[in-house]
């Protein structure tokens, strides 16, 4: 990338006339820009991403070139349009999974999960097995086995019945 400084005014004259058809003009902006959006870029995200984002910059400019009015500096619409890119590349990224930098994520993912409770698939195999039940013995099967709680707090929380109703309601 040039060290070369050049001010907005020259910019602003590279984008007009890059706008008019001049393939010199359009690379004179591109290569008295490119530090620029690309630091900003780098701030922005970072700096490992910087480098296609800078060229998805200049392919979003190139295209609405012919849009450019010269109401603000070019580098100013340069950076807005960069400042776009990164919006949409942070959408993009937060819209899809991330991937796991493993082999075998599925294992992973299963030891991280607290032990003792079931999976996915035990859990929809009992809410399935609950629904088939009558509502009395799912409430019995609720408050006897599902909940760690003691006799007495079973009792005044979760049903009128006395435990040993719920106890029998349960193992009919």
Request: with cysteine; net charge negative; aromatic share 6%.
């Amino acid at each position: 990338m040039p060290a070369e400084t050049t001010d907005d005014a020259d910019i602003t004259a590279f984008a007009l006339a890059a706008r008019d058809g001049d393939r010199g003009a359009t690379e004179r902006l591109i290569t008295t820009t490119q530090r620029d959006v690309w630091r900003f870029l780098a701030h922005l995200d970072s700096p490992a991403t910087a480098d296609d984002l800078t060229q998805e910059t200049y392919l979003r400019a190139l295209r609405s070139l012919h849009t450019f009015s010269a109401r603000s500096s070019a580098r100013t619409w340069l950076l807005a349009i960069a400042r776009r890119v990164v919006v949409d590349q942070i959408r993009r990224s937060q819209a899809r999974p991330r991937q796991a930098a493993l082999a075998d994520w599925h294992t992973t993912a299963e030891r991280s999960q607290p032990a003792g409770l079931p999976g996915f698939d035990e859990g929809i195999a009992l809410a399935d097995l609950l629904a088939y039940l009558e509502p009395d013995r799912r409430e019995a099967f609720v408050v006897v086995t599902a909940t760690a709680t003691s006799d007495a707090h079973r009792n005044d929380s979760y049903c009128a019945r006395t435990t040993n109703q719920c106890h029998q309601l349960s193992h009919r």
